[in-house]
């Protein structure tokens, strides 16, 4: 049973625009979202986080929205870039106490120029 | 240079070994985890650990074994009694303390069964 989902697999984008990935989740003990990027066979890289005390956290390019009556979070990336084409992954915290995540099945992002 | 590193980057091993994977993070923290990535998943949990001489199983824990006797070293041993083995394996840490759930990951291990 997922507890983190990504429902779309990949995303396209052209350069410039919006991009919007998305997350559910079903537990309701999460308390701390993230999100990860990933390039192909290298670790997952730190984004951004959001504590389910605030809706909305900003760091440059990058905005992650936090919706807990709908247990929905989405990432913004304005203006999108070439660079950001990756692999981005969703995972939530807080459910057992030792601070372990649990990983969406993560969403390909293409930015094309 | 503070970091995890892994070694090696890509590892090949017959089938019936048991096989080493090397997690090491000079950052200082205190809490180190294994995953497992295979395509077109997520990362899952394998093993954790949140100080030294003590780890638990995570989501995936058979076919594997860790041990914790330095807070910088990890190692994870796949062994033979895991079924799909080959996969890509990453390791992460996390600092103590209150609100810091984030963990921070190593480049990763790609391990091929033959």
């Known amino acids: 049973d997922q507890q983190v989902k990504q429902n779309s697999p990949s995303l396209s984008v052209q350069e410039g625009r919006i991009s919007i990935l998305n997350c559910d989740y079903t537990?309701?003990?999460?308390?701390?979202f993230l999100w990860y990027k990933k390039y192909p066979a290298e670790g997952p890289t730190f984004l951004i986080s959001?504590?389910?005390?605030?809706d909305k956290n900003e760091d440059g390019r990058f905005t992650v929205f936090l919706n807990k009556s709908a247990k929905h979070l989405s990432l913004h990336i304005v203006p999108s870039q070439p660079g950001d084409s990756a692999v981005y992954f969703c995972?939530?915290?807080?459910?057992?106490?030792?601070?372990?995540?649990?990983f969406g099945k993560g969403t390909m992002l293409l930015v094309s120029p | 240079d503070g970091g995890i590193t892994q070694s090696p980057k890509y590892l090949f091993r017959k089938e019936g070994q048991n096989v080493t994977l090397s997690c090491e993070q000079n950052l200082n923290h205190d809490a180190m985890y294994w995953y497992r990535q295979d395509p077109g998943q997520g990362l899952r949990l394998i093993y954790y650990?949140?100080?030294?001489?003590?780890?638990q199983k995570g989501d995936i824990a058979e076919g594997y074994s860790v041990s914790r006797e330095k807070k910088e070293s990890f190692p994870l041993t796949v062994t033979s009694a895991q079924k799909n083995p080959t996969a890509f394996y990453l390791c992460?840490?996390?600092?103590?303390?209150?609100?810091?759930?984030?963990?921070?990951f190593g480049p990763g291990t790609r391990l091929t069964v033959l």
């Open positions: 650990s949140q100080i030294v001489n003590d780890f």
């Open positions: 992460a840490s996390r600092p103590s303390g209150v609100g810091t759930d984030t963990q921070y």
């Open positions: 995972a939530a915290s807080g459910n057992s106490g030792y601070s372990t995540l649990t």
């Open positions: 959001i504590s389910s005390i605030k």
């Open positions: 537990n309701s003990m999460f308390d701390y």
